[in-house]
């Protein structure tokens, strides 16, 4: 199976994969470039598009996500619960027009657009999801990452990281082909990106979550490159990496 993905803005990119296209965080227009939204459209246009939104929170999520129905062949939403709670009139539950839209819970399992999908409760609001195809699994973390604040008091410290290792844990035992999961450059331990490397051992890694500052993936991979896990080190929007699984 060959992948191609290409990095937009922040923890939104792009997943070529087959017949469908994937796009997951796209965010608000004031977290990302002006011309990402040119990039996001042309890539899906004529194409079957799954769009995920891992959870509600501005520099992963618009409304403006549904635009891409007008020039997608086709296009299935997959929401985390929080995405519906903050903006109901997406939810098929409440709106019968809302047709090719998942919400999803964590800890739950669903079938879509062939897909198995796992959800995992973020350690600060919403899902990570874990896609599986032909055997294939490709993991994106959304903000499930080990949040460790300067000013943090000792109890949500302990939370975060005991929270993250639990689910770096189960993946490990998922033999994760593709990991995208957050190197925060605000934080010493890069919100747990190395740990999760060293734990989980995904054949490839795409660090993100740098609000656009690509110096700061380079960095990231200059002191935390691990042997045998090659790395997608950015440097501008709609830069593509292709991989083979």
Do not use: C, G, Q
């Given at each position: 199976m060959e992948l191609r993905i290409t990095y937009v803005h922040h923890d939104c990119f792009l997943v070529d994969i087959g017949p469908r296209v994937l796009l997951f965080d796209y965010p608000e227009r004031a977290h990302r470039p002006a011309t990402a939204e040119a990039l996001v459209t042309e890539a899906l246009r004529g194409r079957n598009a799954v769009i995920?939104?891992?959870?509600?929170?501005?520099?992963?999520?618009?409304?403006?996500?549904?635009?891409?129905?007008?020039?997608?062949?086709?296009?299935?939403?997959i929401l985390s619960y929080?995405?519906?709670?903050?903006?109901?009139?997406?939810?098929?539950?409440?709106?019968?027009e809302m047709q090719g839209v998942s919400?999803?819970?964590p800890d739950e399992f669903y079938h879509v657009e062939g897909f198995v999908l796992r959800c995992f409760e973020s350690t600060d609001l919403g899902v990570g999801f874990l896609l599986e195809l032909e055997g294939k699994r490709i993991y994106f973390g959304g903000d499930v990452a080990e949040w460790c604040w300067p000013d943090q008091d000792e109890r949500s410290r302990r939370f975060s990281e005991e929270h993250f290792a639990g689910v770096l844990n189960?993946?490990?035992?998922?033999?994760?082909?593709?990991?995208?999961?957050?190197?925060?450059?605000?934080?010493?331990?890069?919100a747990g990106a190395r740990r999760f490397m060293e734990t989980v051992r995904p054949r490839y890694f795409v660090p993100m979550h740098t609000f656009g500052d690509t110096s700061a993936v380079a960095r990231f991979a200059a002191e935390h490159r691990l042997p045998g896990i090659p790395m997608f080190v950015y440097s501008q929007m709609g830069e593509s990496w292709r991989i083979a699984l």
């Open positions: 995920f939104a891992s959870h509600s929170h501005d520099d992963h999520f618009s409304m403006e996500i549904l635009k891409f129905r007008e020039t997608a062949a086709s296009a299935h939403y929080d995405v519906a709670e903050m903006h109901p009139e997406l939810d098929p539950e409440f709106e019968a919400i999803v819970e189960d993946l490990a035992k998922e033999a994760v082909d593709l990991a995208f999961s957050n190197a925060d450059p605000r934080l010493e331990n890069w």
